[in-house]
């Protein structure tokens, strides 16, 4: 079994900026690639951006140039940089981990951002 562990959420106004961190404990042996979805309420959870290593990286649309993720394999770990928040970026936020096949999720960490 996979552990994530997120922390970092909170409240922020618009503009502001959240460092968002997720560690992975237990049974890893081959990671495909970790990263970080999102979950409004009344919505689908929906990709913010995967790494598959620490140089191959991928992004919505709405976090191209304000987001950066990062990942780094000797402690299977990732974080999420969020600069120049807005309203709209607010959700729970989930690390997620797919290895051989399955999907392991955090717990999830709420981003409210205010106008």
């Known amino acids: 079994q996979v552990q994530l562990v997120e922390s970092g959420g909170g409240l922020v106004q618009a503009g502001g900026s959240l460092r968002l961190s997720c560690a992975a404990s237990?049974?890893?042996?081959?990671?495909?690639?970790m990263g970080w979805y999102r979950q409004a309420p009344r919505k689908q959870r929906e990709l913010v951006a995967v790494?598959?290593?620490?140089?191959?990286?991928n992004y919505a649309d709405s976090a191209k140039g304000r987001f950066t993720i990062s990942r780094y394999n000797a402690n299977n770990t990732v974080y999420l940089q969020m600069n120049s928040l807005k309203p709209e970026d607010t959700a729970v936020y989930y690390c997620?981990?797919?290895?051989?096949?399955?999907?392991?999720w955090g717990q999830g960490t709420q981003v409210t951002v205010s106008s």
């Open positions: 997620n981990l797919q290895q051989r096949g399955t999907n392991y």
């Open positions: 237990g049974n890893i042996f081959n990671i495909n690639l």
């Open positions: 790494a598959v290593s620490s140089d191959i990286t």
